[in-house]
């Protein structure tokens, strides 16, 4: 009888513990910051930090005529496509970073979940580093849908960050550049509906050295 208890007893921790291990997890898998928030310090590391160097290891920076390309877009109301490819090609070699910005399906409002990771990014771009870079935001779709319709809310979503950054943290419009490439550029073409595509992706295009020239 003695050994009977004692294994009972025994299997009552084993249950114990493994209910403690499972609401652990729930807790983990709960957690903003391990469901892919990213902090006011990552972010302007990455946008201040990865930066591209050519052979003799000074800095890739902007030329001359891609800086007026992103001064004019950043001015324009209505981009247009050759606009997009632009900004696009000058991007390819800036310093970036994508967050995930939650939106109700088939809306381009602002849900309060995504108000901690907005405010992150809101604090990142008015800081030393980033206050007088201009950034892109540039958003994209997963593959669901046709062409013309994921254009349109790339384009609504990216305006709606924009207009809160305007809102909230009074960045300057014609340092916010809001792109929309649909679901054009994948963040991983082997899963084309994953959600790591629904994303908005954050360029710094001219950091602030370059913007006073």
């Known amino acids: 009888m003695m050994i009977r208890r004692m294994i009972i007893r025994l299997s009552d921790i084993s249950l114990t513990l493994a209910a403690a291990v499972l609401v652990s997890g729930l807790v983990i898998s709960l957690n ?3 469901a892919g928030e990213v902090s006011a310090q990552q972010i302007r ?9 050519s052979l003799s ?6 030329s001359p005529e891609e800086l007026a390309t992103v001064r004019r877009i950043s001015q324009t ?6 606009d997009r490819e632009q900004m696009a090609a000058i991007a390819a070699k800036r310093p970036t970073i994508d967050l995930e910005i939650n939106f109700d399906y088939n809306s381009a409002a602002l849900t309060p979940r995504a ?21 892109m935001l540039a958003g ?3 593959a669901k849908g046709g062409d013309d319709y994921n254009q349109t809310l790339s384009e609504r979503r990216a305006e709606s960050v924009k207009r809160y950054l305007i809102d909230r943290y009074s960045i300057r419009p014609d340092h916010l550049v809001a792109v929309g ?6 963040k991983d073409p082997s899963d084309p509906l994953g959600a790591e595509n629904r994303r908005v992706q954050i360029v710094n295009m001219v950091e602030q ?5």
């Open 115 to 135: 108000e901690p990771q907005l405010k992150s990014l809101g604090d990142a771009l008015i800081s030393s580093d980033l206050k007088d870079s201009i950034v």
């Open 181 to 186: 490439y649909g679901k054009k550029q994948l």
């Open 77 to 82: 109301r209505s981009l247009s496509a050759g």
């Open 32 to 34: 903003p910051a391990q």
């Open 209 to 213: 050295d370059e913007a006073t020239k």
């Open 140 to 142: 994209h779709t997963d």
């Open 57 to 62: 290891g000074a800095r890739a920076a902007v």
């Open 45 to 53: 590391d990455q946008l201040k930090g990865a930066k591209t160097r």
